[in-house]
C-alpha cells in the first residue's frame, strides 16, 4: 500500500470517528428510551399478572419459589455455555459479564417485537466486542449457542413424544439420531477452511454492496473479499472445541433445558395438583415451539394457549391447568425478562463505550 493509499485510510479512519462522536448523545437516549418501553410494557402486566395469582387457591409457595429459582438457574447455565464457547477462542470474559450480557439478550428477545431475536443477536454481539472480544469469535460464540441449544431440544423432543407416547419409539430414535449425527455432518462440512472461505467471500461482497453501514469498511470488504474470507476462515476454522470441550457444552445446554423443564414441573406442584410428566413434556415443547416462530415476543399468547391446551386434552382440570400456565410464564417469561432489562438499564454504565473502529485495508492480507 502507498503512503497516499494510507493516508487516506486514515483520513477516512479520523472522519468516521469524528462522525461517530456527534451521533454518540443519541445513544444513551436511544438505549433509556428502550428501557422505558420495555420496563412500561412488563409493568402494566405486572398487575394483571398479580390480579390473576390473588385468585389461585391453594398455592403451595415453596414450589413456585423453587420454579423460580429453576428459572433463574436455566439462563444462568445458558450463560455459562456461552462463557465456555469463548473460552475455546481464547476470550477470557469475566462470568458475570456473561450472565449480564446472557439476561439481558434474554429480555430483548422475549419482549422486542418483531426484531426482538435480531436484536438480541446484535445486542450480545456487541456488548461482547465492548469488553475486547473481537467481532467474528463474538458472533461465533452467540449464534454457536443458540444452535446446540435448538439441536439438543429437537433431540429430546423426538424422545420426549416417545416417552409420552405421541410418536412410536421405532420413529423417534431414529429420527433423534438422524438429528443427531446430521447436525455433526453439517457442522464438520461448514467448518471445513474450503467451504467456509467460499461462503464468506459471497456474505462479504454481499455486505460490500449493503448500503447503511460503514463506507469504508464496505469498500474494503469487496475490494479485499478474497483475502479477508481466507482470513476469517482460517480464524474459525480452529475455532473447534475438542472432545472434552464438547462434552462440557453438551452438559451445559442438557442442564439449562433441564432446569427449564423442572420449573414448569415445579409450577405444577405449586397448584397442589400432580401432573404426570410426560404430559408436562408435551406441553413444554408446545411452549418451546411456540416462542421459535416468533410471532410475538417470548410465544406471548400462542405458549399459554398451546400449553393451557395440552394440559386440558390430557385430562387436567381447567382451573390447575390454568394456574400451572399462569404460574410457569410469570416465571420464565415476564420474570426473568423483568430481570434481564434491569440489567440491561444497568449494562451502560458498566464498561465503558468504544466507538466503531472501520477497517483499514491495510490490516487485511494482501491479493
Known amino acids: 500500500m502507498t503512503s497516499l493509499e494510507m493516508a487516506d485510510t486514515e483520513s477516512g479512519a479520523v472522519e468516521h470517528r469524528t462522525r461517530a462522536r456527534r451521533r454518540l448523545p443519541w445513544r444513551p437516549v436511544l438505549h433509556w428510551a428502550v428501557v422505558a418501553a420495555a420496563l412500561g410494557y412488563l409493568v402494566w402486566r405486572v398487575p394483571e399478572l398479580a390480579t390473576e395469582f390473588s385468585q389461585l387457591d391453594h398455592v403451595q409457595w415453596g414450589w413456585v419459589a423453587a420454579a423460580g429459582l429453576a428459572g433463574l438457574t436455566a439462563l444462568a447455565v445458558y450463560g455459562e455455555l456461552h462463557r465456555q464457547l469463548l473460552l475455546v477462542g481464547g476470550a477470557h470474559v469475566p462470568a458475570s459479564a456473561v450472565q449480564g450480557i446472557t439476561f ?43 444452535v446446540i441449544t435448538t ?13 409420552a407416547g405421541r410418536v412410536p419409539l421405532r420413529l423417534a430414535v431414529p429420527a433423534a439420531i438422524v438429528v443427531a449425527a446430521g447436525s455433526a455432518g453439517v457442522w464438520a462440512l461448514l467448518t471445513h477452511p474450503t467451504v467456509l472461505r467460499r461462503g464468506l467471500t459471497s456474505l462479504l461482497r454481499v455486505f460490500g454492496r449493503t448500503p447503511g453501514t460503514c463506507a469504508t469498511c464496505r469498500k474494503t470488504w469487496l475490494e479485499k473479499a478474497d483475502a479477508a474470507a481466507l482470513q476469517l476462515s482460517e480464524r474459525v476454522a480452529r475455532l473447534r472445541p475438542g472432545g472434552a470441550r464438547w462434552s462440557i457444552l453438551l452438559v451445559l445446554a442438557l442442564a439449562s433445558w433441564g432446569f427449564d423443564f423442572f420449573a414448569l414441573i415445579a409450577s405444577a406442584e405449586g397448584t397442589g395438583t400432580h401432573i404426570r410428566w410426560d404430559v408436562l413434556a408435551v406441553g413444554f415443547l408446545v411452549v418451546q415451539a411456540s416462542i421459535a416462530l416468533q410471532i410475538l415476543p417470548g410465544g406471548a399468547g400462542l405458549a399459554e394457549a398451546g400449553l393451557l391446551g395440552v394440559l386440558v386434552a390430557a385430562g387436567v382440570p381447567a382451573a390447575p391447568a390454568a394456574a400451572t400456565v399462569l404460574i410457569y410464564r410469570a416465571i420464565s417469561w415476564a420474570g426473568l425478562s423483568l430481570v434481564g432489562w434491569v440489567v440491561y438499564a444497568l449494562q451502560p454504565h458498566a464498561t465503558p463505550a468504544h466507538g466503531h473502529e472501520p477497517i483499514a485495508a491495510a490490516a487485511l492480507p494482501q491479493a
Open 104 to 146: 439481558a439478550q434474554n429480555a430483548v428477545s422475549t419482549t422486542v417485537p418483531v426484531v426482538g431475536g435480531a436484536g438480541s443477536l446484535a445486542y450480545a454481539i456487541n456488548q461482547l466486542r465492548r469488553r475486547g472480544v473481537d467481532s467474528a469469535l463474538s458472533a461465533w460464540a452467540v449464534l454457536l449457542a443458540g
Open 151 to 163: 439441536v439438543l431440544l429437537i433431540v429430546l423432543g423426538w424422545l420426549g413424544l416417545a416417552w
